[in-house]
């Protein structure tokens, strides 16, 4: 399958500071990307899609002042998380995948990223 | 929520022993997909089945689709220890843009 490359896997930071995460499909271009957060032991929660060329869109309450995604390319969206706080700790994983209109095929993963904020 | 339900949250079975997952949602729905996440990693996509199909075979995995019953199931036969990890079924719902929403996940443990 295709492969979705994720990075960093695991970063620390301090409060206040801001963390980049960056998702890049490495053998297909994809024209959408997904961001999620998953808490330990839970499901996925869909945070944004991200469309190359245009404003993501975010899930209701979601802040979008606090996780700025940017998808500038076909093969790149990164995901900053702003002004980081403990409670934004967790594990973030995005997916690239095909989109015909309204429906979405299979989409591969990234191998996430977890973020701890001291 | 119109978030799907799965079915055990957790299941511990031996090697060798079929285990079945139960998944339920709420919407009509474009397809259903099965994804497995081992511990602390990305999710890798096992199956996926059309909202007009009602059975789909890979490998050790038969997925099943009833939409009259809004509900799938996924069983893997004759299971191994490589397959403890945690499972997640997803769906496409009819008329939203594009996006999969994921079930409450089932935590499959394999011992030997």
């Known amino acids: 399958g295709a492969v979705v490359s994720q990075h960093p896997s695991r970063v620390i930071c301090k409060s206040g500071t801001s963390v980049k995460i960056e998702c890049r499909s490495l053998?297909?271009?994809?024209?959408?990307m997904f961001w999620y957060r998953q808490f330990p032991k839970q499901s996925l929660m869909l945070m944004a899609t991200s469309n190359e060329g245009s404003k993501a869109t975010y899930e209701q309450g979601v802040e979008k002042d606090k996780f700025l995604i940017n998808h500038a390319s076909l093969t790149l969206s990164t995901l900053t998380v702003t002004s980081a706080h403990p409670e934004d700790s967790s594990f973030y994983i995005c997916?690239?995948?095909?989109?015909?209109?309204?429906?979405?095929?299979?989409?591969?993963f990234g191998e996430g990223s977890r973020l701890t904020v001291l | 929520s119109q978030q799907g339900e799965e079915d055990p949250q957790a299941l511990s079975i031996q090697e060798g022993e079929n285990a079945t997952m139960n998944c339920s949602y709420k919407?009509?729905?474009?397809?259903l997909q099965w994804y497995r996440q081992n511990s602390g990693r990305g999710l890798v996509h096992l199956i996926l089945?059309?909202?007009?199909?009602r059975e789909k075979h890979s490998g050790r995995l038969r997925v099943t689709l009833d939409t009259s019953k809004k509900s799938s199931s996924l069983l893997i036969t004759a299971s191994r220890a490589a397959d403890t990890a945690s499972y997640f079924c997803a769906f496409g719902r009819t008329g939203t843009a594009s996006k999969l929403t994921f079930g409450t996940g089932t935590r499959l443990q394999v011992t030997l």
């Open positions: 053998d297909f271009q994809a024209t959408t």
């Open positions: 089945i059309r909202s007009n199909e």
């Open positions: 997916s690239a995948g095909f989109v015909t209109g309204t429906n979405t095929g299979e989409l591969f």
């Open positions: 919407t009509s729905i474009n397809n």
